[in-house]
């Protein structure tokens, strides 16, 4: 019974996802810069993000109140996809300059929830505690991503082009760290992550 439960849950897709347009051919002056390039929004993205501001009101809210108020739900992904789409173009991922408004090539799909019916009032409490596999997991991960990130900016230079098994790593590992993200600071789901970079 637990193995067919297991597999069931594998078969279905998590409700949160990320996917980034792939693209042939790459900009070999932009990506020689990209990291002076990337300055100027990583400074508004700092400026704008703060893990307290996104976790603890929505704490507090879904353990009192139990509502998540549309309009801060909306505010969160806002951020959270602006946030990928930087991540994305300092990471090579991308050539257009990231929009603050505009999704461009990065898709981000987080469902709103049913506070009363999706989520567990008490679950915020230690939803981060029980992240820590993955956020262990997704440290050693992210060390890969950087060292990716150096093989592919020589790539670039050289070719012109971001190898796409590469590129499909990279995107993976986004997609493992949004729903990670989701589940224990956005606190939009309590379904537990899954331990995949895959869709």
């Known amino acids: 019974m637990c193995f067919w439960h297991y597999r069931a849950l594998m078969m279905n897709k998590y409700p949160v996802n990320l996917s980034i347009d792939y693209s042939e051919t790459s900009d070999k002056s932009t990506a020689f810069i990209r990291l002076i390039l990337v300055i100027p929004v ?10 307290g501001a996104l976790l603890f009101p929505v704490l507090l809210l879904i353990l009192f109140k139990q509502k998540y108020p ?13 946030s990928l789409r930087v991540i994305a173009y300092g990471l090579l991922m991308r050539d257009e300059y990231p929009s603050s408004d505009e999704d461009q090539a990065v898709h981000v799909d987080i469902p709103y929830p049913d506070v009363e ?5 008490w679950k915020p409490l230690y939803k981060w505690f029980l992240a820590i596999p993955h956020i262990i997991i997704l440290c050693f991960l992210e060390i890969g991503v950087v060292l990716c990130s150096v093989f592919v900016w020589f790539a670039i230079l050289f070719t012109g082009r971001y190898p796409k098994g590469v590129f499909d790593f990279v995107e993976g590992v986004l997609r493992w760290s949004l729903r990670v993200t989701a589940y224990a600071i956005l606190l939009t789901t309590d379904e537990y992550p899954p331990f995949r970079l895959g869709e």
């Open 42 to 51: 990583l400074i508004v993205l700092g400026m704008l993000s703060s893990i």
């Open 70 to 82: 549309k309009w801060w739900f909306d505010w969160n992904v806002a951020l959270t996809n602006f």
């Open 117 to 121: 019916k999706d989520l567990d009032k």
